[in-house]
T-cell receptor, first 113, second 113 residues
């Protein structure tokens, strides 16, 4: 069965500390991988994506994610978070036999001073 | 940056009433999606629309739901007789043709009382 799993529902973190959000998927076909961010009372914004090529992808605001095919993972990391990174983060997958986005349950990141 | 526009941003309706949620997708995109996010839960696929027809729908998308394209640019999601459990954030999305980066609207928060 095809699925997307985010292992952490909530991640509290102090400002300037690193953070890692875990995402794993299950699939027998090739995948396209995404991270979306939802700030409080706002819509979904694409943070970064992996389609092909380099397995390490980066966003303009310091986040990065690495596609690991053997571990079927696409974990999101940031070496130093800001208060403004407080948001809900969703991992999402497009399975190549089904071209709609499938979302994980989301991880709430709360950054404290 | 192309945008997907949704109206209204927030709607409160009484149980049993009909609601129409509107979306203006990115122009020239043929595919169009509606997703739903119940408070605190994952983002769920509702329906995809391609070339003026429903191409796929989830089990959530029962007979109470319908999707239309009343004119060349607008899409609507209609819930014929709302239930309390329809309270959620509803997002429309335009997927990129070559980039697979879905662009989401800012959402409509539907509250059924």
């Amino acid at each position: 069965a095809q699925s997307v799993t985010q292992l952490d529902s909530q991640v509290p973190v102090f400002e300037e500390a690193p953070v890692e959000l875990r995402c794993n998927y299950s699939s027998s076909v090739s995948v396209y991988l995404f991270w979306y961010v939802q700030y409080p009372n706002q819509g979904l914004q694409l943070l970064l994506k992996y389609l092909s090529g380099s397995t390490l992808v980066k966003s303009i605001n310091g986040f990065e994610a690495e596609f690991n095919k053997s571990q079927t993972s696409f974990h999101l990391r940031k070496p130093s978070v800001h208060i403004s990174d407080t948001a809900e983060y969703f991992c999402a997958v497009i399975f190549s036999n089904d071209y709609k986005l499938s979302f994980g349950a989301g991880t709430t990141v709360t950054v404290r001073a | 940056e192309p945008e997907v526009t949704q109206t209204p941003s927030h709607q409160v309706t009484q149980m049993g009433q009909e609601v129409i949620l509107r979306c203006v997708p990115i122009s020239n995109h043929l595919y169009f999606y509606w997703y739903r996010q119940i408070l605190g839960q994952k983002v769920e696929f509702l329906v995809s629309f391609y070339n003026n027809e429903i191409s796929e729908k989830s089990e959530i998308f029962d007979d109470q739901f319908s999707v239309e394209r009343p004119d060349g640019s607008n899409f609507t999601l209609k819930i014929r007789s709302t239930k309390l459990e329809d309270s959620a954030m509803y997002f429309c999305a335009s997927p990129g043709v070559t980039t697979y980066g879905y662009t989401f609207g800012s959402g409509t928060r539907l509250t059924v009382v």
